[in-house]
T-cell receptor, first 117, second 111 residues
Framework: DTAVSQTPKYLVTQMGNDKSIKCEQNLGHDTMYWYKQDSKKFLKIMFSYNNKELIINETVPNRFSPKSPDKAHLNLHINSLELGDSAVYFC????????????????FGSGTRLTVV | GQQLNQSPQSMFIQEGEDVSMNCTSSSIFNTWLWYKQEPGEGPVLLIALYKAGELTSNGRLTAQFGITRKDSFLNISASIPSDVGIYFCSKIIQGAQKLVFGQGTRLTINP
């Protein structure tokens, strides 16, 4: 059983296209995230949702629009793709306790490698 | 203030050698996490540290949370080929509910 699953694993598309990446977690966590990993392997948070509510938006271009239909799903839609959007996108989830701090770290999906040509 | 600096950026070692890597922060923090990423996969949590001075082991891995709360190290003893990957230190930004990562240490092992 995959804890955090992303689809597709690979995505090759042309500049200007619109694409979506889907993410689902079966851990019962209440918070989900999108991270971007660039070619130098640096991981940077993009968005987080807690119980379907947007919590973090790290100055990501508004061409990126996350959507959370329920707390087990967080999808990422990207409009008008640009060459610089090429990266690996990771979905993650965690359980935020009463203190507001995730105590046991995040669980990551295996990533979606997006290549814009 | 949120930046994490990892060193070294890469390591090339022989199988069986011990490995040590560390991470420093300009600000203090309360939770320290070490992750490993293998090719084609997402990061996986190795060790979590919650108290200054805490020393925690997970098999051949040992990590310590510095007493100043601004640094941590990760040691791997008797390395084996499956230890290959990128090791990330990370910390949780209190109140912001987000995990921030260091630049990573890429470990390569020669058989």
């Amino acid at each position: 059983d995959t804890a955090v699953s992303q689809t597709p694993k690979y995505l090759v598309t042309q500049m200007g296209n619109d694409k979506s990446i889907k993410c689902e977690q079966n851990l019962g966590h209440d918070t989900m995230y999108w991270y971007k990993q660039d070619s130098k392997k640096f991981l940077k948070i993009m968005f987080s949702y807690n119980n379907k509510e947007l919590i973090i938006n790290e100055t990501v271009p508004n061409r990126f629009s996350p959507k959370s239909p329920d707390k087990a799903h967080l999808n990422l839609h990207i409009n008008s793709l640009e060459l610089g959007d090429s990266a690996v996108y990771f979905c993650a989830s965690s359980q935020v306790y009463v203190s507001g701090t995730p105590n046991y770290g995040y669980t990551f999906g295996s990533g979606t490698r997006l290549t814009v040509v | 203030g949120q930046q994490l600096n990892q060193s070294p950026q890469s390591m090339f070692i022989q199988e069986g050698e011990d490995v040590s890597m560390n991470c420093t922060s300009s600000s203090i923090f309360n939770t320290w996490l070490w992750y490993k990423q293998e090719p084609g996969e997402g990061p996986v949590l190795l060790i979590a540290l919650y108290k200054a001075g805490e020393l925690t082991s997970n098999g051949r891995l040992t990590a310590q949370f510095g007493i100043t709360r601004k640094d941590s190290f990760l040691n791997i003893s008797a390395s084996i080929p499956s230890d290959v990957g990128i090791y990330f230190c990370s910390k949780i930004i209190q109140g912001a509910q987000k995990l921030v990562f260091g630049q990573g240490t890429r470990l390569t092992i020669n058989p």
